[in-house]
Structure formats: structure tokens, C-alpha cells
């Protein structure tokens, strides 16, 4: 079974720009989460989606973030503009209804500067 | 609110020794998951092991076994004889579960990076 993929794996951006991330969820996997993980601290998620749509985006900066799952199947997140304190990984995963849990992929590595 | 504590920020062994990660939860509700992950240096996270509230017994699994207590709200995880390999972040996390089954966004704990030296 193919794992979460994401792109790019590596981000350098200048502040005041935009960048987006993109997320293919294991095949079947109705969920899809997106976490971001600042340097040191635990992933606290942005946004859950059930198919394509929104579950909790409570924690979701909504003033300069955004994220779409237009088909229910693969998901973009955007920036814009970033901040300096958006650097990050930012994790995707995704889960079955019933299962051994989430999976996650390698995360995108974001640096603002 | 849910929350999960991992007390301690950072363990420091020798190799072969025995190690144990603390974690403790707070949550509301009845029905809920339990999980570990651990995180290497290359940055993924891996899954260790899944628990559901009603399930209190003890796993063990090679060299890593887990102790749930609910009566302390502790799910303990120790890592025997421990190998410079086994050197990651260790994060603990809970979930509620969703009417619909399946698991609700995870909330996790500070991490425990744990250095195993030669």
C-alpha cells in the first residue's frame, strides 16, 4: 500500500509570499488532516476534512491560510502571505473509519526569511 | 479540553539500559484512543501502537511494551535494552472518536527526545 505522498519536501520562501503544499492521502482514506509542527513542539492540527468537507479548521489561521479537497481525494494547503513564524514541517495524514490509526507523510519542511 | 503531558523534555542513556517516556492525558470523554508515535531525525512520523479507553491491558511488543492506566490517566511507554537506533522524539497522543467511528484530529504532547549513547 502506497504511503501519504507530499510535495515539495523542502520550502524556502521570503516573507509576504505565497507557497502551497500538496497532499495524496492513502487511497480510501476518507479523512485528511494537515498538522503543523513548529521546531521543538508537538504537531497541532490545521484542518480535518471527512471526504471534501471541512471537520474542524478551528485552529486554522484563516486570514492568510487556506486548504481545499476539492474531490475528496488529494489536498492543497496555501499561504499567503507568510510570516516568519510559519516556519515549520507541515505533516499530512489521513485514516480510514476504521483502522490502525492515522498515517502520516514526510511532511513539508517550511522556512521563512 | 483534552491534553496530553509529557513531563520529561529529554532522556539521556547508555545503551542496554532500560528507559520509560511518560505520558499523561486529560479528557472528557468515555470512549477514546491512545497513541504513540516516534520521530526520527529524518523527520516522519512512525507509528508505534494504538489503544482504545476500554482496553487496559498491557502490550508488549519486542523490546517496547506500554502500561495504560486509567486510574491515573497514564499511558507509560519503556523501551528494554535500549539500542542507539531507538534515538528519536517520542510523542504521545489522544483522539476522541467520532459518532461516525474513526478518529478525531490527534493532540499530542510536547515530545520526549530521547539520546541513547553508545
Known amino acids: 500500500e502506497a504511503g501519504v505522498a507530499q510535495s515539495p519536501r523542502y520550502k524556502i520562501i521570503e516573507k509576504r509570499q505565497s507557497v502551497a503544499f500538496w497532499c495524496n492521502p492513502i487511497?480510501?482514506?476518507?479523512?485528511l488532516y494537515w498538522y503543523q509542527q513548529i521546531l521543538g513542539q508537538g504537531p497541532k492540527l490545521l484542518i480535518q476534512?471527512?471526504?471534501?468537507?471541512?471537520?474542524?479548521d478551528s485552529q486554522l489561521p484563516k486570514d492568510r491560510f487556506s486548504a481545499e479537497r476539492l474531490k475528496g481525494v488529494d489536498s492543497t494547503l496555501k499561504i499567503q502571505p507568510a510570516k516568519l513564524e510559519d516556519s515549520a514541517v507541515y505533516l499530512c495524514?489521513?485514516?480510514?473509519?476504521?483502522?490502525?490509526?492515522?498515517?502520516f507523510g514526510s511532511g513539508t519542511r517550511l522556512t521563512v526569511v | 479540553a483534552q491534553k496530553v503531558t509529557q513531563a520529561q523534555t529529554e532522556i539521556s542513556v547508555v545503551e542496554k539500559e532500560d528507559v520509560t517516556l511518560d505520558c499523561v492525558y486529560e479528557?472528557?470523554?468515555?470512549?477514546?484512543?491512545l497513541f504513540w508515535y516516534k520521530q526520527p531525525p529524518s523527520g516522519e512520523l512512525v507509528f508505534l501502537i494504538r489503544?482504545?479507553?476500554?482496553?487496559?491491558q498491557n502490550e508488549i511488543s519486542g523490546r517496547y511494551s506500554w502500561n495504560f492506566q486509567k486510574s491515573t490517566s497514564s499511558f507509560n511507554f519503556t523501551i528494554t535494552a535500549s539500542q542507539v537506533v531507538d534515538s528519536a522524539v517520542y510523542f504521545c497522543?489522544?483522539?476522541?472518536?467520532?459518532?461516525?467511528?474513526?478518529?478525531?484530529?490527534?493532540?499530542f504532547g510536547a515530545g520526549t527526545r530521547l539520546a541513547v549513547h553508545p
Open positions: 497522543a489522544l483522539s476522541e472518536a467520532l459518532f461516525s467511528g474513526g478518529y478525531n484530529k490527534l493532540i
Open positions: 479528557t472528557r470523554d468515555t470512549t477514546y484512543y
Open positions: 476534512f471527512q471526504n471534501n468537507g471541512v471537520v474542524d
Open positions: 487511497s480510501g482514506h476518507a479523512t
Open positions: 495524514a489521513s485514516s480510514l473509519d476504521e483502522g490502525n490509526g492515522y498515517t
Open positions: 489503544r482504545n479507553s476500554f482496553d487496559e
